[in-house]
């Protein structure tokens, strides 16, 4: 058998059978499954019942080397990047790619986060539907754009962006342009309070007096209804959660570290609650203890609540904060390799200049 070589190629792109590859192509545009963001709830809109967007031969599907489109929906992140890559790498030609959503296109949302892409420079985007979010209408257009371009024969194995003359565009010269400064308003020296409240909770009032009996190096005092704050110093972490954990709270809700530059500290914030203990089931304890900046380290509590694993790895990455016993220490979790703790307030974000040469 012959090999498939140039001369091959070129006859079904361009001999008598090329107007059956383009129709072909044309009314099978599978797009492959590569949900990013809550664009992708669009996308599932514009695929269903509603829209039906199969009418026009457009389909999702699973396996990449049988698709020839990638609809990216709004944010691309760091870590996914390489994945949108290696996703259209593996796609046979020609191939196609829509991108919807404000987060796609400039940031979105996200425009000045540690962790975004422009995923425009990672692939070449055939079509934009902009928008937060996008309309199904928005995407179903680009599709029915894209079509139209590969009924036109304009479907090309790499899109390429037109040049643009910037000389006319922003004028002549060489000047640096720097996008306008983020919208915060940066408080130096921002007060944490948290108090004691009155309110009429008989319940608490007696756990508070329980938990104190058992606790008596932390203060134990109500906030709210329901809601119980035990403040500790470092060492007494451990001793307050297996208190806790002896007195029914069972499960994690949420682990945070609070970063309070300006004092050196950070503030390690957990809280717990039961589904165990009928009374307990609605009430929520928080526990906090403050450790330094420059060394954060604490001790795991993955023995006591094992759901607390993820929660101390996520920390850990955002901060830096080592919890001694876990031994997904020194890893990283959730982010692209060359981010460093995003979440400390010293963060430096990532600035983009616009240089135009004339
Ligand atoms: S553009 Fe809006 S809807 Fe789309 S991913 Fe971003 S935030 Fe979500």
Not at 66 to 80: D, F, P, R, S, Y
Not at 107 to 116: E, K, R
Not at 205 to 233: M, Q, T
Not at 326 to 352: C, H, Q, Y
């Amino acid at each position: 058998m012959k090999d498939v070589n140039a001369e091959n190629i070129e006859f079904l792109s361009s001999g008598v059978i090329a107007p059956v590859k383009k129709w072909g192509a044309k009314w099978s545009l599978w797009a492959v499954h590569l949900v990013t963001s809550c664009c992708g709830v669009e996308l599932a809109h514009a695929y269903a019942s509603g829209y039906d967007a199969e009418r026009w031969g457009s389909l999702n599907f699973g396996m990449m080397r049988q698709t020839n489109l990638i609809i990216v929906e709004g944010t691309i992140t760091k870590k996914m990047a390489r994945a949108l890559r290696i996703t259209w790498e593996q796609m046979p030609d020609p191939k196609f790619v829509i991108l919807i959503g404000a987060c796609g296109i400039e940031g979105g949302l996200f425009w000045n986060s540690y962790h975004i892409t422009r995923p425009w420079k990672i692939i070449p985007v055939d079509y934009f539907v902009p928008g937060c979010p996008p309309t199904p209408e928005g995407l179903i257009s680009a599709i029915r754009a894209l079509q139209k371009k590969i009924e036109r024969g304009e479907a090309k194995t790499t899109a390429e962006f037109r040049e643009a003359d910037l000389e006319k565009i922003l004028g002549k010269g060489e000047k640096e342009r720097k996008p306008p400064k983020p919208p915060l308003k940066i408080e130096p020296k921002p007060e944490i309070k948290i108090e004691p409240r009155e309110v009429e909770w008989e319940f608490g009032k007696e756990l508070v007096a329980k938990l104190s009996s058992k606790l008596p190096f932390a203060e134990v005092f109500v906030i709210d209804k329901n809601r119980v704050y035990i403040k500790s110093e470092s060492k007494f972490y451990r001793k307050v959660a297996e208190v806790l954990e002896k007195e029914g709270f069972d499960h994690v809700k949420s682990l945070n570290v609070i970063d309070v530059l300006h004092e050196k500290k950070f503030i390690v914030e957990c809280s717990v609650s039961s589904y165990s203990v009928k009374e307990l089931m609605p009430v929520i304890v928080t526990f906090s203890v403050e450790i330094s900046r420059e060394n954060p380290r604490i001790k795991s509590l993955i023995d006591i609540w094992p759901s607390i694993d993820y929660q101390e790895r996520e920390m850990h990455d955002f901060f830096g904060v080592w919890f001694e016993g876990n031994p997904w220490m020194g890893n990283k979790f959730l982010l692209a390799p060359e981010v460093e703790t995003p979440l400390r307030k010293d963060f430096k974000l990532e600035e983009p200049s616009y240089v135009l040469e004339g």
